[in-house]
């Protein structure tokens, strides 16, 4: 059996990637999570077999990660995104020895060693602050798409300064430079620099060093790369499919398994 | 602990034997002991209710007459408990004749002795334990400490209408010393592979009887008793082959109201706690220091100055650690940030970075409450204990084919 698959199901995204033997990536698919964790990581799953002209009995051990990976009902084991999003982001970036992961619900800071292997890792603290969420909640104030959103930060000349990065408290914040006249795009600018300062700082309690890749959803959001490279910096390594990196990571735990399975009769249940 | 439960409710009922509230780091029980005064620990009394899950009702009451709700939980569960009427087993504790606040390492305690002492109505007695901030207790921080245990022995003769007896003291010194020598022991076997038993979630089962009976017949039979039961168990695991897979030091108290989870997320990786510095909060002596019955004055001070952990600064507690790491042959550290304790959780995210940069030692740290059952997070916490294992798997591999290699 040559392939295997990885399926990462995130707060508000669920992800799939397959991985052939000795090949490297063979397809990725994304859909909503929605309320139904279990048929989300289904019909990712499904989506990458279609996009690889796979059958799901194809593919040979399938791992799950991310915060719904106890639901995933034919999934042989599960992993947690931290572990995925360093051997993902090692795989896009073999020069990766931080990972930033900034996603939905939380962020974190992996430092990895030369093979993908976790060194060391924190996390954010319960809430949203400073998350994909609340990015989100800012950008609905501002009545904008999140990719006008990180779009129009490049435009900022001004700045405003942003004192909170919580999820609820930043509304009032945002709805006090509107109401002094402040320009949309300093506003923009502000909230990236206010979640970049906690982050980085977040990230600075692991051992920062570069190289350092961006990984999550909000690495397709332009305005937040820049305002990250802005403060650490340092160029970040973003690559396109650094939103499918957990995904990625666990379909690689899941290849080193395959040959494993077999031997000990794990078997993937049908879809 | 029955046993005391039940001495406790005699007390509340016939007034007898008196009973003194005191903190459980640096307690002097001996002195109570020869007086035959009960210790009541208000500490014990937050935690069970927190283990029997009902810490909230007395939390929330605690806040709603003005506590602050990132006050210490385990002062919230106390006094929330006298205005609830409320008490862990369900029977009576008895109006202390003394509140004694043996006040080592947390000011919090002089805050929270002082309001049962109010509550209680019952005289409070401040004893000043100086923080141990060099290596060793100065001669003066002895003779200050002692000046103060005298002066307490008056205190209990008034309480008591007895006069100190010095051979009972010597007698009660002299248990615990005993008490001192199993508890170490036991400690140490730890050391085995496999460890007999599980240093942190385990402990904490013979950590109340230390606190209660240490400077009793009673206590030195018990003790006695659970090092010879850990050695069979110790020759058994090792003829039967079983072996943990990970190895791991805990560092601050466990997340009380969600214990059994909790531990559950280390038992799933088949991880066993071989040393802890929370078992050492009523005293750390499997590094030799014992009560002394030929100077049971300046023992008792000594205890309470030096030999607990919440006394003791931030650089021996990571040394503590450190020689847990190397002598208790461990893999790892684990670090319980208590939200609302200021004392213990001050300074443990630098102490992450001096195991996991400076010594290298894999070293998780979560965060969540002794007491307050609001701040767990089960789906985080698990995210981050399984991520450790995960990485910890790995580092363990990647050595032992180094080595093979
Ligand atoms: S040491 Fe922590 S738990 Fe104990 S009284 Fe102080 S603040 Fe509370």
New binding site residues.
Partial sequence: MRFAAGVDVGSTQTKAAIVEQNAGPVAFAIVDTGASVTRAAENAFNVACREASLQPADVGFVVGTGYGRYKIAFGNAQMTEISCHARGAHALFPNTRTVIDMGGQDSKAISVDDNGHVLDFVMNDKCAAGTGRFLANAAEVLGLGLAEFGALSAKATHPVKITTVCTVFVESDILSYLALGKKPEDIVRGVHLAIAKRTVSLARRVPLEPSVTLTGGVSRNEGMVAALEEVLGVPLQVSPQAHFAGALGAALHALDRVDASFESGVWRTAV | MVDWYQKLAESAETGTPPAASM?V?GACVELTQAFDVLPLYP?VNALQLAIRRQSLEPILAAEEFGYASDN????KADIGAYFKGITPTGSPLPKPALVLCNFV?????VK?FEHVSVIMEAPLYVLDVPFLRAGEPSADAIAYVVRQLKELVVKLEEITGKQLDMDKLREAVWCSSQVEEYWSKIKHLARRSPSPFDAYFDAITLMGPLYVHRATREGVAFFKQALEELELKAELDREAGVRERFRLVFEG?PPYPHFRAFRDMFAKWNACAVASTYSTVGGLWEFGARHDPDNPFESIALHMIEHNV?NRNMQQRNEQIKRYVEEWDADGVIIHF?K??????AGQGDMREYFSRTLGVPTLYVESD??DPRYFSTAQLQTRVDAYFEALEMHKSARTSAHVG
């Fill in positions: 903190m780091s500490e210490c939980a385990y002062v390492g947390c000011n919090t305690y929270w108290p919440t208590v609302s304790c200021r004392l213990f959780s002794l007491a």
